[in-house]
């Protein structure tokens, strides 16, 4: 018998392009990059290279303009690059444009996430959300993938053909999919909404904030449960509900999807119905990486996808996580230039817009386990709280 060799599969490789914009500064644009090549790393690619553009707008044609189309080229022609990845949504036009310049696969940001999902879903309820939200994105792009077919064309002296036929059938059965999963997903919603009512009249409290903050983490010591947890982009599709007991109080603790800038619209459209969660509950614990430089423009995504989905008027505590890996700049005593952000230590956050929350807002390190029991207390107050107006007459618990 021969020897069975276990080969690894080989990893696509990719360069990523992104755009310095209106009030974009080139540090702001950096750091948006190096979340496209996180998403890119979680999608199985290794990215090569990054390049940037300073433009006042996108160019209508090919995104950046043509001098940086050409850099682009040679170096994916050079290295082999299999994958070229942009930190935007391309037109049908732009997407087509590439392609024919590049002669390698084009993604932009919506297409890369919706990937992501689609090969971290796990429940029926998350596959048919992520291949309907796949579908709406294809259908007005449709015609790019048909282009072959244009060159065979010629010669004919009309301007109907296969190519075109082919495109309007593809078309037809593609609208047709998308009815029969809005169906499905319409018969699945029912089925969630009448196991939420069959959890009682517990009160419910939900874990929301950027991607791969920590939420689950939390869950995981709040519950004593095992969720998965990993440093991944969108580890967490499928909402997860535990029962979580403190004192002697029981309450719903549910752990969402993570939300990140620029979310695909046809993702939030049909990931609404996982969304009935934070919706629903009473206490909403928006979960902050305070060690990442972005965490405000963080906190106001988050908030910003709140308020598209009905939820932003909630109960909620910002729960500041990874205080373990925060970390500054010290300036030296003889330094008299104005201290800037990357200058301020924990104590200084502290004392700013955070000092006027009190209570709604409390520092943690969920890794470490740092400030735990103070959450679990807060959490504690703010659930016997609704439990006592609530359920008035319930003397049991208080």
Not at 244 to 261: A, E, Q, Y
Request: glycine share 4%; net charge negative; proline share 2%.
């Amino acid at each position: 018998m021969g020897k069975h060799f276990d080969t690894a599969p080989v990893q696509e490789t990719a360069v990523l392009v992104g755009l310095i914009q209106g009030n974009d500064t080139e540090e702001k644009v950096a750091e948006y990059m190096d979340e496209l090549e996180f998403l890119s790393m979680t999608a199985g690619l290794e990215t090569k290279k990054q390049f940037t553009q300073k433009l006042k707008k996108p160019d209508p044609r090919t995104f950046v303009g043509s001098g940086k189309v050409e850099e682009i080229d040679a170096y994916v022609k050079e290295h082999k690059i299999d994958v070229v990845v942009f930190d935007d949504d391309l037109s049908p036009s732009q997407l087509r444009n590439l392609e024919n310049v590049f002669k390698v696969k084009i993604y932009d940001r919506s297409l890369l996430i919706l990937d992501i999902f689609q090969a971290r879903a796990q429940t029926a309820q998350a596959k048919t959300q992520v291949e309907l939200a796949r579908y709406q994105y294809l259908l007005p792009r449709l015609t790019r993938m048909w282009t072959h077919l244009e060159r065979q064309r010629g010669g004919t002296g009309t301007r109907g053909g296969a190519g075109e036929k082919e495109i309007e059938t593809d078309k037809r059965i593609i609208r047709d999919r998308i009815s029969l999963l809005k169906k499905q997903l319409k018969d699945i919603d029912k089925q969630m909404e009448q196991q939420r009512k069959n959890r009682g009249q517990l009160i419910r409290v939900a874990l929301v904030g950027y991607t791969n903050v920590g939420k689950s983490t939390i869950m995981n010591l709040m519950s004593k449960s095992e969720v998965l947890a990993e440093n991944k982009l969108f580890a967490t599709l499928d909402t997860t509900v535990r029962k979580v007991v403190l004192g002697n109080l029981p309450f719903l603790m549910s752990d969402t999807v993570g939300f990140i800038r620029k979310l695909p619209h046809q993702l939030v459209e049909s990931f609404k119905s996982t969304l009935d969660e934070v919706r629903e509950a009473d206490i909403l614990l928006h979960v902050v990486d305070i060690s990442h430089p972005e965490f405000e423009d963080h906190i106001n995504v988050v908030n910003e996808t709140l308020a598209e989905i009905g939820a932003r008027d909630k109960q909620t505590i910002l729960v500041f996580n990874k205080i373990d890996a925060y970390t500054y700049v010290k300036k030296d005593e003889d330094d008299l230039t104005e201290a800037t952000r990357e200058n301020w230590s924990l104590d200084d956050l502290k004392s700013s817009w955070m000092s006027k929350m009190g209570d709604d807002c409390i520092f943690i390190s969920a890794a470490k386990k740092q400030n735990i029991d103070e959450l679990r207390e807060l959490l504690y107050e703010r659930v016997k709280a609704v439990h006592i107006t609530r359920y008035p007459f319930d003397k049991l618990l208080y």
